[in-house]
């Protein structure tokens, strides 16, 4: 009998409409399964300030108010989201009061209040613990106690010699490949120890053969074979997506649409492998936000080329090449960076733990590296205790990675701000494998922020951003100030660790508000733009062998007109700054294309003394609506824009959302390329943008990287996630009741952490350094960090033994937060639920400056440790504690039994 669709979809209450993608693929798509925690990136602009909290903490309300945290996703577990909410708001509040007792000069009388209010809200917070909390059944809150083993979050990539590609072909296997036709070459690099081969692929010498899926593998294993090498290439079987339909407020998955094919490369430890095209040209990289979810992508563009949309791919526009997922927990990048490789380097924020990495306070950024495809093959977390934000990137010559942004809360071991809960300038880099070399992290008395950072011809590091107060060795002239500083390197012997230092701050500015917003270095000068008290102003510093840079000219471009600048660079003798602005006319006098209305983006070629000149030219670039430009590189004389377009100046974040990229001479204001599109649910929001002149070829159309792959890992605890030398944590004896400080290593592993936890424990603690095998693709977007598995720590106790009990290390330096560990006594007890300790001490107190950061950071834990227990209720890991990775929940098996038995029922 053939059933009718349309009758199946009328019975549940349905349409076809109603019919979407799942999983994650290219569409970005996903189904909201918790309801937004507070403290949530989505909704920060709703949370209250630290001073309402503080306020509030002081007047007579209560410290637990579960009518106040309204849930905007019912659940089966409803009341228990409210509980962990409820728990939150009481530690936030705490919280609150314990920070204000930080500050310097409070009164007694002011003290005495903060005591108080704390010891009636440590009281209150207490009891509603080990009332409300005893009902919470998908976990076990208990207020300093756990009985269950331990398992972290923080995963540790394998060494991984293979390579997936995306699908390539869904269809026959024995109709030919549309990726194959034309003409393909390319050259595979096999690198030994006894040196480098390169190896021809072309297909034109399959001759007659229909291009197939396994008629071009067997021809290119053929040429591997031939050159004596092991690297093979395999039929990658990529399973097809659910498809899942909402009927009502019930969620009904449907078969999948049918599995396509990509391409698998199978290395080993004595071969890396890489390709390399016989010909390529310009491409263009764009990270986006698309859609209203939070889904961010990389979008790749070939201005040479044309094509259709790949598979599973969305919002195709000519000229794009390719689209590809960031992993879930990205909540948005700022800044980008060509890699040599045809990659890009991406510093981005990340708000919920991503490719491994666990946050360890309410925020933190991640350093990642995209090949030329898309897939992520590098992620390295700083590991901030508190909160972090990623602002600039740059790339040196030789591969090294500089990442700046800004950090509350603890960094460095040991190292704090002048006040924890403001804002510090960071800057960090890398080498060119991603591994860190030296992080600086300390700045004004009041907040500052790392904006741009740029390296030098010189090897030096060039850091520009802005404070509230006087950096180190300057004086402040008012409001937000910018400031430029300088950081030189030393190391005693080969191998010894880098250090950096500063060599002098020059800050300068108006009487306003100030910032730098964009910085480049020219040999000896370096030149920032930015937005002081208004107006778009640039100025050159001129930097010599030791000391601040010395300031050399200024130029008032005019008033910004609520706009701001996206670079700025040196090329062809022109110093190019570019941004956007509702001002029609900026002080330059050669207009090569007029303002159009609202805000446009505008590309300016300026002199590089700054001096006023007649070949000084201004381009706009817009509609009548708001354009915007969010970034903007210059690569060979060609000035490459993008940002949103044609928006009308009162929409709202939820109205549509078009892209766009464009590219533009600067010297006659022409606009020779552009392209315009949206994203899911009409929403495309460009964040960055990276050009490489070598990054477009045949190998994209193949799902192949330019490059060698990354293939070996670093086991390294420093260098694999955000963890540093002299983070801790504590174990206590229950023998002896001794605690033990359990710190790390600059060369500890896993494994090596294992031995020192089971020794600090008297050996009543059992500790595994467990795999997860990774097959296929990572779950979490487009990324090859996690394909080849990975390794994570579990305790349990040892055989006979009573366990132990696991303490948080100081705020600032706790490593457990960073190896996704959570607080408590590990020992026997129910298998079926995560057990979330939160240690809050009835003696806490703040009577004096001691016992006020003992409870600051007694507190913060306990925040740290109901965001790891609204982590711990997600259906994704419960369901990853009740079967094996892919397996399908307990509740999509239902509702697939039930569409079975209505197709067998309707099928009589």
Known sequence: MKINNSYLLGLYGGDASSIFSGGTGASGGSIKSQPTAPWSSSVADKQPTQSELLRKALSNTKFIDERANKLDFKTKNSHEYKTLFSLHTGLQLLESLALRGMEKGISKTEAAQLQKRFEAGLKEVSDYLATAGSDVDTVQLINGVSSTRSQGTTVIPRDNHAYQTGPLHKGSLSEPVDAFQGEVQFNITIRTRSGTQSIAVDLNDMGATPRTMDAVIEHINSTLKTAGVETRFSRQDIPGEPRKMTVGDRTITLPASGNSWGLRVSGNSNETVGFQAVSSGTSVHVIQGNGLGGNNQALKFDPAGSGGAGIGETNWVDGRTGQSNLPDGISTVRASAAAADGGMWIVADMTADAGGHTVRGQSDVVLMKLDSTGQVVISRGLGAAANAAGYAISVSDDGRVAVAGSVTGGLIPGQSGANAGLSDSFVSVFDANGVEQWTHSRGAKAADEATAVSFGADGKVYVSGRAQSAMPGTTATGGWDSYVQVFGESQSHATAPIKAASLGTTQFGTVGDDSVQAMTVDGDNLYTAGIENGSIVVRQFRIGQEGAPELLSTRNLGAAHSGEIAGIAVSDGKLIVSGATRNAGLNIDTVTRAHAGGSDAFVASLSMDLQASGDDRLTYYGTAGDDTAADVKIVDGEVWLTGTWDRARTAKDTDPSIAYLARIDATTGAVDWNRTWTGDKQQAKPLALTVTSNGSSVLDKLGLPSGELVQDVSQKLVDATGLRAGDRFYVTNPNTNRKTAVTIDARDTLQTLATKIETASGRNLKVTVSTNRGEGPASEGDSRVLQGGGQYLTL???????????????????????????????????????????????????????????????????????????????????????????????YMQSQIANYQAALARLGG
């Open 796 to 890: 349990t106790n040892a055989d006979g033994r009573k366990g132990a009990l696991i303490s948080s290390g100081e705020t600032g330096r706790d490593a457990l937060a960073g190896l996704g560990l959570t607080a408590g006594y590990v020992g026997k007890g129910d298998d079926k639920r995560k057990t979330i300790g939160l240690d809050l001490p009835a003696s806490l107190n703040l009577l004096n400056a001691d016992s006020v950061i003992q409870a600051r950071d007694f507190v913060q834990s306990a925040l740290r440790s109901v965001r790891e227990a609204y982590r711990a209720m997600s259906p994704t890991m419960l369901n990853a504690n009740k079967g094996p990775v892919g397996a399908p929940s307990a």
